[in-house]
């Protein structure tokens, strides 16, 4: 479990710093949040609940409080740069990887960034996902 009074929120939700009150809302670019996605594979009746904690240098997927996966980056002034994504081997195939992938991706929309995809993974995720074609650098 994330720390104390972390958000909870399914990934891909619209963040709203308007209205602190509503659900999703971060309140800065570098508080600790975490959201909760909940993926339902289509050829396993299985329900994989996936918390992502984010920090000023990383975003951190937890299995049932135990940390699986992190993705790593770098904030420049209108970029976010993936550095690396790793996965432990007992949580691959979860969506894990793809779980952190689209929470970056969706900060760098919410924050109006582009992505730098030094990260194979993220690279790949952004071929296959043309719905973020817009966040990719130059």
Partial sequence: MGPAGALRL????????????????????NDQASSVA????PWRR????????????????????TRVGELTYIRRAHEIVALHTEVGEAAEGKGIGGALARALLDDAREGGLKV????????GYLDRHSEYDDLRAG
């Fill in 38 to 41: 909940s993926i339902q594979h």
């Fill in 10 to 29: 399914q990934i891909g939700d619209h963040f709203d710093r308007e209205d602190p009150g509503r659900r999703g809302t971060r309140t800065g670019r």
């Fill in 46 to 65: 299985l329900r994989v609940s996936i918390e992502i904690t984010r920090t000023a240098r990383s975003y951190a997927a937890y299995l049932d409080g």
């Fill in 116 to 123: 730098v995809p030094q990260c194979p993974f993220v690279a």
